[in-house]
């Protein structure tokens, strides 16, 4: 009885919906069994994104096929959501996964996390793809977002939403150095991309999240068991303090006692 306390519940629900999206996953490439093999481009961006585990393997896989399409450019965004206790869930910043350029030294490095005030694009008009021919003659395109690309020397882009459960958790932007439509071959490729994509970044996401719960876990229970070992109150409190100035990451910790007796009621 009782064997299972919050800490074990939560692991044991992520791995559960690792389980979720890799049955998902396997689904949706039995339905496009067919097609995959006509079109050999999609099929490989398949096969990588299938093979991928982490957020940052998802990333150089989504770049891997973008570059194979002729394109000058790709970033690979992941978007960072309000906390699960505040509904409806907000976008609140963007962290960069995936940059790469093929003629020049990109402006942006992965890790970099960016609020999401500072994005070029509205969040609104991430959630559906579309393209640009010209940055420069584009009518639609927002200003902020066409000084960005004018200033990083790109001329024409695709913007791919990442969609997973009904909800964009990541942008791919697509660039070219050079005005004009894209291939119709290429956009096919960029439409497979957003919900394959955004199936294997999910399930890197709940990878990371069960990898820092185990962390954690584990970090807790080497805390507390070094808490035990003490014998006087005072190494027991002073313990504490420095196991919870690591843990937190604070540079200050205090511990106060009080020395009355409590009250009775």
């Not at 096969?47 to 096929?65: H, K, Y």
């Not at 294997?200 to 990371?208: I, M």
């Not at 990898?211 to 313990?239: G, K, N, Y």
């Amino acid at each position: 009885a009782a064997a299972f306390d919050d800490e074990d519940v939560r692991v044991l629900q992520s791995m559960a919906n690792q389980v979720a999206v890799a049955i998902e996953n396997a689904q949706r490439f039995s339905d496009e069994t067919l097609l995959l093999e006509a079109t050999s481009p999609i099929y490989r961006a398949s096969r990588r994104l299938a093979q991928a585990t982490t957020i940052g393997e998802v990333a150089d896989s989504i770049i891997a096929s973008v570059a194979e399409t002729g394109a000058d450019g790709c970033t690979v965004v992941e978007f960072e959501f309000s906390s699960p206790s505040v509904l409806p869930r907000e976008p609140e910043a963007l962290i960069y996964r995936g940059v790469w350029r093929r003629n020049r030294e990109p402006e942006y490095q992965p890790g970099m996390r960016l609020s999401i005030a500072e994005s070029p694009f509205p969040f609104h008009i991430v959630s559906t793809l579309w393209t640009v021919a010209d940055v420069e003659q584009d009518a639609h395109l927002p200003e902020r977002a066409r000084q960005v690309f004018e200033e990083t020397g790109a001329r024409a882009l695709v913007n791919i939403p990442l969609r997973a459960r009904e909800r964009v958790i990541g942008q791919v932007v697509v660039l070219r150095d050079t005005p004009g439509p894209f291939p119709d071959s290429a956009l096919r490729l960029y439409d497979a991309l957003s919900n394959q994509a955004a199936v294997a970044l999910e399930r890197g996401q709940l990878l990371e999240e069960a990898q820092r719960s185990a962390e954690q876990e584990q970090q807790t229970r080497q805390m507390v068991d070094r808490i035990h070992r003490a014998v006087e109150i005072e190494q027991a409190l002073q313990t504490t303090a420095e196991e919870l100035s690591q843990a937190m990451r604070v540079p200050h910790v205090a511990i106060q006692l009080s020395l009355k007796a409590p009250m009775n009621e």
